[in-house]
């Protein structure tokens, strides 16, 4: 059964910084590219950061040198280090691993982070 948990997410004043994990369980974890997407009300899912098995890494515009993106393979987790965060950057976040470019991959449940002003 493929799990993808996350947790690190919460409330936190504009200009703070949050870590969310992903932890990975049921698939083999070094062979999928792993990606962090976020979700606002009304909005359409939209990618944050996404990194390769190889550890190339892409970002959203939005981030602006803001976010990093990690992995580690012996844990099989996936991070995402957000730094002065802004009251636009409040949504659900979820992680996202996928073994191959044309597959949407497995879906995390999704956390919820709140950046108040």
């Known amino acids: 059964q493929v799990q993808l948990v996350e947790s690190g997410g919460g409330l936190v004043q504009a200009g703070g910084s949050l870590r969310l994990s992903c932890r990975v369980s049921g698939i083999r974890f070094r062979l999928n590219d792993l990606g962090w997407y976020r979700q606002s009300p009304g909005t359409q899912r939209e990618l944050v950061a996404r990194?390769?098995?190889?550890?190339?890494?892409n970002y959203a515009d939005f981030v602006a040198g803001r976010f990093t993106i990690s992995r580690d393979n012996a844990e099989n987790t996936v991070y995402l280090q957000m730094d002065s965060l802004k009251p636009e950057d409040t949504a659900v976040y979820y992680c996202?691993?996928?073994?191959?470019?044309?597959?949407?991959?497995?879906w995390g449940q999704g956390i919820q982070v709140t950046v108040s002003s």
């Open positions: 990194i390769t098995t190889g550890g190339s890494k």
């Open positions: 996202n691993a996928r073994y191959n470019a044309k597959l949407e991959g497995h």
